[in-house]
């Protein structure tokens, strides 16, 4: 899967794999705990996260934005369905206690400093105003 998504060359495709993903991950057990065996595919949804938050809050363009949105919910929306009923998983804690890439404190600041609704649309509605100002 990391390889497709590595290969992806639009943010539709990659929505559309993690979409898959997700939705395979719902319905076969297995397939999480695959997911938790090695952190590479954690580690790159984070930093896809970091990236597309980034571009969100510097996008131009409306339609970019809502593209660059829509790949943070499904991201989050697919690590989310990894963390359901995998709590007894030894894997899911080595992965998450890795000190060479601290995935997890990465994970928590994208959440909490861009969660909240007031402040992305803050960021967003100045994103905006500026573009306003300038034209």
Request: proline share 1%; aromatic share 6%; glycine share 2%.
């Amino acid at each position: 899967m990391i390889h497709e998504l590595r290969a992806a060359t639009s943010i539709e495709q990659k929505v559309q794999l993690l979409q898959e993903l997700k939705a395979s991950c719902d319905k076969v057990y297995a397939l999480k705990r695959h997911f938790w065996k090695n952190a590479e595919l954690l580690e790159f949804l984070v930093q896809q996260m970091e990236h597309n938050i980034g571009a969100l809050l510097q996008a131009g363009d409306e339609c970019k934005q809502a593209d660059e949105l829509e790949f943070a919910v499904v991201v989050l929306q697919a690590v989310a369905s990894m963390f359901r009923e995998t709590e007894v998983l030894d894997c899911r804690a080595t992965v998450l206690t890795n000190k060479k890439e601290p995935v997890l404190s990465k994970l928590a600041v994208l959440l909490v400093k861009y969660t909240d609704p007031k402040v992305l649309m803050q960021k967003l509605g100045k994103g905006m105003k500026e573009r306003s100002d300038d034209e």
